[in-house]
């Protein structure tokens, strides 16, 4: 079953009018016509069941059948602040297997060695919304504009918080360290890794040093396996 | 320091001859020179630790000055035999990434709905030569040419089988079914997954059905969340 979008619906909205773009590509793309089904999310956490009332090119209208709030709402949360990697594709992919896998924040960090230190998020967004649609989530991962990584160290932050790096110095395994169900902000450094001025600062703000493994990986590799790690710790 | 992949190499080599390729690459792009360090894997575990004597843009002669044998040697064995994706992207990022993680043998199985028959597994060997490189590793991941989904089933494997599936159906998570330190082979269907038939004939051939988590994960997503699960089970 088709599935749409759309973040302003509303719980109590007896129908949706799909946007042009929306509608053009439901009527003419999937050719869709009345009475076909369809589901729509909110990104958080609606899936709706909905079905088309009125197949107009431009002015689709569905009516909503049922309603299913929190779907498959995570337990626990998972904040990953990386570094943008200097191509770009590396960090899409990284988006859109996170969203697969399961995150609810993402913070673009900008490191002493960052070779890149802007991203269009608008483009980074659609990804996202590709991958919840594609993997079924009713939840939209956050996507915050970039920023240095002093900013995130300074932020308040009411869960655990960990630093991946490749510097020596003592690191526990995120499944010693993690109280399950919890909240969790993990920063990966870019390319170069962090400096060792950066990693001072985050453990003198309370982060804890962690290892992802024996590898050597990239850092969309290390940012992912994060990703996988406190997804399967909590399941 | 630059490491060359020299899969013809042989622990008692007292110097080994870069090929004009390399040497054109040491020398012209590089710019390494005389007495200058480099690091070799041959892809069976071996990491050498060698100094240019010659510097020739064709024919580059090193001092091999130590060598390390079973480096980093992993302490199970991970075969995941996939059904190639679509679009190529998809197959090559699961490659460099799985070799990044740890895999030893990858598979690709044509399957009932599969869209791609073939693969140019040169191009496939050479991202997982590069990520080898990147990620510091010694043993070369072996990649099988295409083979229907039948030769797999059919083959003796003196490990534990596993397919992973989306049909409904009893299955158990990788960490309640494998013997760590195991030899492991899964099965990672194809875009439109297996079909029931496969899916029967698999059990049938004493492979366990497996869930990978309560996402819907793409065909690379999830032939890397079961090497990342093995890899992790065997920490």
């Known amino acids: 079953m088709h599935l749409f979008y759309t973040p302003d619906i509303q719980p109590t909205n007896p129908q949706y009018f799909l946007s042009e773009e929306e509608s053009k590509h439901a009527i ?27 197949a107009h090119p431009k002015r689709t209208i569905l009516q909503i059948n049922s309603v299913i709030s929190e779907f498959n709402k995570r337990n626990h949360y998972l904040h990953i602040a990386i570094a943008p990697t200097k191509n770009m594709e590396r960090l899409e992919w990284f988006l859109e297997k996170a ?76 499944k010693d360290g993690i109280t399950p169900g919890g909240k969790y902000l993990i920063l990966i450094g870019p390319e170069g890794d962090f400096t060792p001025k950066e990693i001072e600062d985050a453990l003198s703000n309370d982060y804890k040093a962690i290892t992802l493994g024996e590898s050597r990986l990239r850092t969309e590799t290390a940012a992912l396996e994060a990703c996988f790690e406190i997804n399967f710790l909590n399941r």
């Not at 589901?39 to 909905?50: E, K, P, S, T, V």
């Not at 697969?100 to 070779?115: F, N, T, W």
């Not at 991958?131 to 915050?144: F, G």
Request: aromatic share 4%; net charge neutral; glycine share 8%.
């Open 99 to 174: 969203t697969e896998i399961g995150i609810d924040e993402i913070s673009l960090i900008i490191c002493q060695r960052s070779e890149r230190k802007e991203v269009k998020t608008d483009r980074s967004n659609k990804i996202i919304t590709a991958a919840i649609k594609q993997s079924l989530k009713a939840y939209h991962p956050v996507l915050n504009e970039p920023e240095p990584l002093a900013k995130i160290l300074a932020r308040e932050w009411d869960g655990q918080k960990f630093i991946a790096h490749c510097e020596p110095g003592e690191k526990i395994n995120l």
């Open 28 to 54: 003419r793309v999937l050719r869709l016509n009345i009475g076909d089904e369809v589901q729509l999310i909110d990104g958080r956490g609606g899936l709706y069941g909905a079905e088309i009332k009125v």
